[in-house]
């Protein structure tokens, strides 16, 4: 169950950059295809707004792939709809390092991958000086 409004008092708002792209098809219906025309390219709105609004494409979805006889992947269903977005919520707070905490705790080695492989050596964690032409 989803509380919007803590004991603290604080509201759960969720902002979508490519919100109307999470529900468009191929090949959706006309009637589909203005519903979701409707839609704000970014979604900024409190969790019970979103919760209506998934429910309503999620449904309309259904009605368009059923109407042209066509398989509803999972991820267009309802169910994986709000998992995406109300999944767990972690929440933790970053506090500002003293320069006496960063000297107790080294600098993190660096990770070598095929990636940046030729920009450190042999994985000694140095970069190596690189002249561009």
Same mark, same amino acid.
């Given at each position: 169950?989803?509380?919007?409004?803590?004991?603290?008092?604080?509201?759960?708002?969720?902002?979508?950059? $490519?919100?109307? +792209?999470?529900?468009?098809? +191929?090949?959706?219906?006309?009637?589909?295809?203005?519903?979701?025309?409707?839609?704000?390219?970014?979604?900024?709105?409190?969790?019970?707004?979103? %919760?209506?609004?998934?429910?309503?494409?999620?449904?309309?979805? %259904? %009605? $368009?792939? %059923?109407?042209?006889?066509?398989?509803?992947?999972?991820? *267009?269903?309802?169910?994986?709809?709000? +998992?995406?977005?109300?999944?767990? $919520?972690?929440?933790?707070?970053?506090?500002?390092?003293?320069?006496?905490?960063? #000297?107790?705790?080294?600098?993190?080695?660096? *990770?070598?991958?095929?990636? #940046?492989?030729?920009?450190?050596?042999?994985?000694?964690? *140095?970069?190596?000086?690189? +002249?561009?032409?």
């Amino acid at each position: 169950m989803d509380k919007s409004v803590s004991k603290k008092g604080e509201i759960r708002v969720v902002i979508e950059l $490519c919100f109307r +792209a999470e529900f468009e098809m +191929a090949r959706g219906s006309e009637e589909y295809k203005r519903l979701i025309g409707m839609l704000p390219e970014v979604y900024v709105g409190k969790t019970e707004r979103l %919760k209506s609004l998934i429910k309503i494409l999620c449904t309309a979805a %259904k %009605k $368009c792939m %059923k109407d042209k006889k066509m398989h509803m992947g999972p991820w *267009r269903k309802h169910k994986y709809m709000q +998992a995406k977005w109300f999944g767990t $919520c972690e929440r933790k707070s970053v506090s500002p390092v003293s320069e006496t905490e960063e #000297n107790m705790f080294p600098v993190a080695k660096q *990770r070598v991958s095929m990636l #940046n492989y030729g920009l450190f050596g042999a994985g000694i964690g *140095r970069p190596t000086v690189v +002249a561009v032409v």
